[in-house]
């Protein structure tokens, strides 16, 4: 059986920098066939090797467009209508692992085959070089991050990962999956690995590369899922402390999405070009009424914003006789694709933090950052903190931008039925534990390698 393979970096000899990507059909598809005849060994060659890395991250079957979706489709906060075909089987939690798309597994794997390429190179200890390197451990951590929040149990009540893929692998390989914790912790352990790279005074003007702040925020992101309060309170700190981001305004909300320029919420966002953009294959054209258009948001979405809220021009309904449609209109406005991908904001490290505050008893200080986000939204403003305001807070915050899936799972929260276009089989929602919540392993991994092991229900 020939499936694809991961893609890897070419690195041309002569030139010692990033030529092109190639993809090749081997057997098994996490098999990373290394081209290092040529080595890397200079600056040059290793961030080449990290930009080709940043451009796989930014497609569309990544963080381009697939995992931002899933994080909201699979929620009551959207649905799926299925107009294109696109997003169907995963909204209905209408899966198999025979219509699992192979790329949502394929795509962080490739990512982490070029991290690899620049983690294991036999390179001179140098401040460059290490700020680089360190930015391939931190993406590493957080590909292997996003594929266990995607094909784990730990919503399931079960305890596989995925396989953490450190090596080079040019031979034959069958990786086994490791548990959910092992993953966390060695992401952890990349991260930190990351941050003893790199210097803040290598950091970029702007964060289409990983800076030190970057690292910082995937850390307060790892430490909210895996519940380590302590850590995550640290942190968030030293983000919150650095004086280096702040809250968007009220007034400049709907610029900070539209305007396309890095702005001072911003700790890593992928740069998406016109030369990256694909016409038809982004969030564009997937949240908007368009040829495509087949993510609507639901109705109990767009009615838990007040009047008042500066989110609510973010979403636009449409009314046709009887039937009005809601829809995301103000995140990731451009139909060409050309929105830079917002993958960690301050505001979502504010919210982590009051989430860590709250759990370790410290409800004043809690309260007082989780009304920070409304205080900047012309909304109203809470009296207290409780598990259901954090997350109404977050599902107000952070729509559509690939979350709401997972901080339902987080709490252990079923996923209810608010919509008649959510078309669960069976009745009124997802309950949690239902096997249906992990994505199953893509069949054709699952026949290649020995040592996989299927999620349950697939």
């Given amino acids: 059986m020939k499936i694809k393979n991961i893609k890897i970096l070419i690195l041309a000899s002569t030139l010692g920098i990033f030529s092109s990507c190639s993809e090749d059909f081997l057997e098994p598809s996490l098999e990373q066939a290394a081209t290092t005849d040529a080595g890397l060994s200079t600056y040059e060659d290793v961030l080449a090797v990290n930009y080709g890395t940043y451009d796989i991250m930014n497609d569309y079957q990544y963080y381009g467009r697939e995992y931002i979706v899933y994080g909201s489709v699979r929620s009551d906060d959207a649905f799926s209508t299925g107009n294109s075909g696109r997003f169907y089987s995963q909204g209905n939690f209408n899966l198999t692992s025979a219509n699992t798309d192979a790329d949502d597994w394929a795509h962080p794997y490739q990512a982490i085959a070029n991290a690899n390429l620049v983690i294991n190179a036999d390179l001179e200890d140098d401040a460059d070089i290490n700020h680089v390197v360190g930015q391939a451990y931190a993406i590493r951590a957080l590909a292997h991050m996003d594929l266990l929040r995607l094909f784990g149990q730990q919503y399931v009540n079960g305890t596989l990962g995925i396989p953490y893929i450190t090596e080079n692998v040019t031979g034959v390989s069958y990786p086994a999956r490791n548990t959910v914790d092992e993953v966390w912790q060695y992401a952890e352990e990349d991260l930190n690995t990351a941050l003893s790279l ?22 307060s992101r790892l430490y909210l899922f895996s519940e380590d309060y302590d850590k995550l309170i640290e942190v968030s700190e030293t983000i919150i402390n650095s004086g280096e981001f702040s809250i968007i305004s009220e007034g400049n909300v709907e610029s900070s999405w539209a305007s396309g320029d890095v702005t001072e919420n911003s700790l890593f966002e992928l740069n998406i070009t016109s030369q990256d953009a694909s016409t038809y294959n982004n969030i564009g054209y997937i949240y908007q009424e368009t040829s495509y258009g087949d993510v609507e948001v639901t109705e109990d979405l767009y009615n838990i914003y007040e009047d008042s809220d500066v989110r609510k021009s973010l979403l636009a309904l449409t009314v046709d006789g009887t039937d009005t449609t809601y829809r995301m209109v103000g995140k990731y406005p451009t139909l060409l694709g050309t929105d830079n991908i917002k993958v960690i904001r301050y505001e979502e490290i504010i919210l982590n933090y009051v989430e860590a505050l709250y759990a370790t008893g410290n409800t004043s200080q809690a309260l007082q950052y989780l009304n920070m986000i409304p205080e900047n939204r012309g909304a109203s403003t ?28 987080r709490y252990g929260r079923d996923i209810e039925k608010v919509d008649d276009g959510q078309l669960y089989s069976g009745g009124e929602g997802i309950s949690y534990g239902d096997t249906r919540l ?10 290649a390698n020995s040592s996989m092991v299927q999620n349950d229900g697939y």
Avoid at 198 to 219: A, F, H, K, Q, R
Avoid at 395 to 407: I, S, T, V, Y
């Fill in 438 to 447: 992990a994505f199953p392993i893509p069949i054709h991994e699952v026949n």
């Fill in 198 to 219: 790199m210097s803040e005074d290598l950091n970029t003007s702007t964060p289409i590369e990983l800076t030190t702040w970057g690292v910082y925020g995937i850390l």
């Fill in 382 to 409: 809470y009296t207290e903190v409780t598990e259901d305001n954090i997350l109404l807070e977050r599902r107000k915050e952070l729509a559509m931008e690939g979350h709401r899936f997972f901080d339902l799972m």
